[in-house]
């Protein structure tokens, strides 16, 4: 029996990852899940966070990613999410000005006439981008 599980992470714009990996830890709804070969089915909602996959060439990545869904079969893991960004491939300074963004509109909604649930949606994204940038650059 092989110690490797497939894995693909799809967004509404195409498939983000696909491979073998030895394990992934999930940002669930309920709390962070670490899935392994063998896992029982499961599916669970996922929540902002980042996806931490080892994958069989013994390395670790980090993906950013928002709400969606984990689907864990014997053999499979697919994790379904509005969007998804490899850690390498995030633009900090982007990401730190949307951040800035987003606190603007927050701090002053009666100014600006804002949606506040999209202001703070849209902070929590840039959030989660600025903490897996950082996290996979402490390797």
């Known amino acids: 029996m092989s110690n490797l599980i497939k894995m693909e992470i799809v967004t509404p714009t195409g498939t983000v990852y696909s491979g073998d990996v030895v394990s992934c830890q999930v940002p669930g709804m309920e ?6 070969s ?3 089915a499961l599916l669970s909602a996922v929540r902002i966070g980042a996806v931490k996959i080892d994958d069989e060439k013994n390395s670790t990545q980090w993906m950013a990613i928002t709400e969606g869904f984990c689907q864990v079969d014997e053999d ?7 969007t998804a960004e490899i850690a ?3 633009d900090v300074t982007r990401a730190e000005k949307a951040r800035e963004r987003a606190l603007t509109r927050i701090e ?13 949606a849209a902070l929590a994204r840039a959030l989660n981008r600025l903490k897996t940038a950082s996290i996979a650059n402490r390797k």
């Open 31 to 36: 709390g962070s899940f670490q899935v392994l």
């Open 38 to 40: 063998g896992h029982t």
């Open 76 to 82: 499979k893991i697919i994790i379904l999410t509005d």
């Open 88 to 90: 390498d491939n995030i």
């Open 108 to 120: 002053s909604p009666q100014k600006e006439d804002v949606d506040l649930k999209r202001a703070e």
